[in-house]
């Protein structure tokens, strides 16, 4: 490993002599091909890296809702707009905009509802009335299907031990 000292001494003889050849001989460091590198480092130009603005507010969530997702998918891939255009005007990256049309292609508008956005506030009320005997409906449904479907694949003879398990429950 070289110092930045030893580094800008080298690259400074380079660009006096302009000759990677002569330098690595007159330095005696670094290799060529390290030399090398360094020219191509010190031409690359370095692009200060933008800030992400994260805005999470009720205005403009970090999650959006589905309605902010659908409108933007429609405006960008059946009205036409510019997806970067869409994107800077509402506020969410154009890679946003892409994942957000392909959950849609393959889920349809209910896959871009967020889990994250649902409130319990917002969630219907369950009475617990009827769950348990909806509940026990549905474990005896359960129970059917799966002797059926046992009573197909394997035969008779898987049969018993699920209609014994059958009269268990039903009691």
Known sequence: MYSKEQRETALNLYHECGSVTKTVRIVEYPRREQLHAWIRQENELEFPRR???????????????ANVKLDAINRCFKLGE?????????????ASIYNWRKKYLYGGAA????????????????????????????????????????????????SHSIHVKKRMFSR
């Open 51 to 65: 800030q992400l603005k994260l805005i999470n507010t009720k205005d403009h969530p970090r999650n959006p809702p």
């Open 82 to 94: 510019s997806v970067k255009l869409v994107s800077e005007e509402i506020g969410y990256t154009t």
């Open 111 to 158: 896959s871009l509802v967020n889990k994250k956005n649902i409130m319990i506030d917002d969630l219907p009320e369950i009475s617990t009335v009827s769950d348990s005997e909806d509940i026990e409906k549905l474990r005896k449904q359960m129970l059917d299907l799966q002797l059926a479907r046992l009573d197909k694949s394997h035969g008779r003879k898987w």
